[in-house]
C-alpha cells in the first residue's frame, strides 16, 4: 500500500454474470437502449470514467455496461440507510463528502487508480436534466493529473425516463450509453494541464450530445441497437 494512502480500500462485487443480468433488465425495462463505444475503454490498466448523471440508477447501469469492474464516487448521503449503503458499497461506491472533497474521497480514488483499478466521476457534480447545466467541477483534471490515468468520458442519456410518468410506461422510455475514446494524461502536471483534461472531456461530451438530440432516438418496442 502507498504511504499516505487508505489501507483499506472499497469492495467491488461485480461478477461478470451479474452485470450480463442488469444489462439484460435494463434493455429489457427501458425497452430501447443504445449501447455504443464501449469496445475502446481499455480492459486494464488504471483509468477513470467520466459520466453525466441523470439518475439515481446511474451507477448501476454504468457498472452493467461497461466491460470492467468500475468503483463509483456516491454522494455522503446516500450511506445514511444502511440497507442501501450495504447494497452500493458491494456494486463499488466509496462516499464523497463536500466539505472534505480533497481528503479522505481523493485520497481512496488515487489508491484505486494506483493499483490500476477504474474510478467512475461525475463531472456535472451530480444528478442534473440536461448536460452541463450547473457546469463541470475539475476533479477529472486533478485525477488525472494525480495518476496519469487516461479518461473515458461517457454521454449517459435518458436513465431518468424509467420511472418517470408517463414517460416510463410509453414509448418514450430509452436510454442511451455512449463512450468516447480515451484522453491521455495531461503531460503538464499543473492547472494548465488540468484544465486542459477537463475541457477535452466537456468538448467531447457536447460533441455526443449534440449528435444524440440531432438524431432519431430510439422508442420503446424498437430492436435495442448498438452492442459493443
Given at each position: 500500500?502507498?504511504?499516505?494512502?487508505?489501507?483499506?480500500?472499497?469492495?467491488?462485487?461485480?461478477?461478470?454474470?451479474?452485470?450480463?443480468?442488469?444489462?439484460?433488465?435494463?434493455?429489457?425495462?427501458?425497452?430501447?437502449?443504445?449501447?455504443?463505444?464501449?469496445?475502446?475503454?481499455?480492459?486494464?490498466?488504471?483509468?477513470?470514467?467520466?459520466?453525466t448523471?441523470?439518475?439515481?440508477?446511474?451507477?448501476?447501469?454504468?457498472g452493467?455496461?461497461?466491460?470492467?469492474?468500475?468503483?463509483?464516487?456516491?454522494?455522503?448521503?446516500?450511506?445514511r440507510?444502511?440497507a442501501?449503503?450495504a447494497?452500493i458499497r458491494?456494486?463499488?461506491?466509496?462516499?464523497?463528502?463536500?466539505?472534505?472533497?480533497?481528503?479522505?474521497?481523493f485520497?481512496t480514488?488515487?489508491g484505486?487508480?494506483?493499483?490500476?483499478?477504474?474510478?467512475?466521476?461525475?463531472?456535472?457534480?451530480?444528478?442534473?436534466d440536461s448536460?452541463g447545466?450547473n457546469?463541470?467541477k475539475?476533479g477529472?483534471?486533478?485525477?488525472?493529473?494525480?495518476?496519469?490515468?487516461?479518461?473515458?468520458p461517457?454521454?449517459?442519456?435518458?436513465?431518468?425516463?424509467?420511472?418517470?410518468?408517463?414517460?416510463?410506461?410509453?414509448?418514450?422510455?430509452?436510454?442511451?450509453?455512449?463512450a468516447?475514446?480515451?484522453?491521455?494524461?495531461?503531460?503538464d502536471?499543473g492547472r494548465?494541464?488540468?484544465?486542459?483534461?477537463?475541457?477535452?472531456?466537456?468538448?467531447?461530451l457536447?460533441e455526443?450530445?449534440?449528435?444524440?438530440?440531432?438524431?432519431?432516438?430510439?422508442r420503446?418496442?424498437?430492436?435495442?441497437?448498438?452492442?459493443?
Amino acid at each position: 500500500m502507498t504511504p499516505g494512502l487508505p489501507g483499506r480500500l472499497p469492495y467491488n462485487g461485480q461478477p461478470r454474470w451479474f452485470k450480463s443480468l442488469c444489462g439484460a433488465f435494463f434493455r429489457m425495462a427501458f425497452g430501447a437502449c443504445s449501447v455504443r463505444g464501449t469496445e475502446q475503454i481499455p480492459a486494464e490498466g488504471p483509468l477513470i470514467i467520466a459520466s453525466t448523471h441523470r439518475s439515481y440508477i446511474d451507477p448501476i447501469v454504468l457498472g452493467a455496461f461497461i466491460p470492467r469492474p468500475v468503483y463509483f464516487m456516491a454522494k455522503i448521503e446516500l450511506f445514511r440507510n444502511r440497507a442501501f449503503a450495504a447494497v452500493i458499497r458491494g456494486f463499488g461506491s466509496f462516499p464523497v463528502d463536500p466539505e472534505k472533497a480533497l481528503g479522505s474521497t481523493f485520497r481512496t480514488a488515487v489508491g484505486l487508480l494506483q493499483q490500476g483499478e477504474a474510478v467512475v466521476i461525475f463531472p456535472e457534480g451530480g444528478i442534473v436534466d440536461s448536460l452541463g447545466e450547473n457546469g463541470y467541477k475539475e476533479g477529472v483534471g486533478l485525477l488525472s493529473s494525480l495518476t496519469g490515468a487516461p479518461v473515458v468520458p461517457i454521454y449517459l442519456e435518458d436513465t431518468n425516463t424509467l420511472f418517470s410518468w408517463p414517460a416510463g410506461p410509453t414509448r418514450r422510455s430509452r436510454m442511451a450509453l455512449w463512450a468516447g475514446g480515451p484522453i491521455d494524461p495531461p503531460e503538464d502536471r499543473g492547472r494548465e494541464g488540468r484544465n486542459h483534461i477537463a475541457e477535452r472531456v466537456q468538448a467531447a461530451l457536447e460533441e455526443m450530445n449534440r449528435e444524440f438530440t440531432a438524431g432519431d432516438p430510439p422508442r420503446a418496442g424498437s430492436p435495442p441497437s448498438g452492442g459493443r
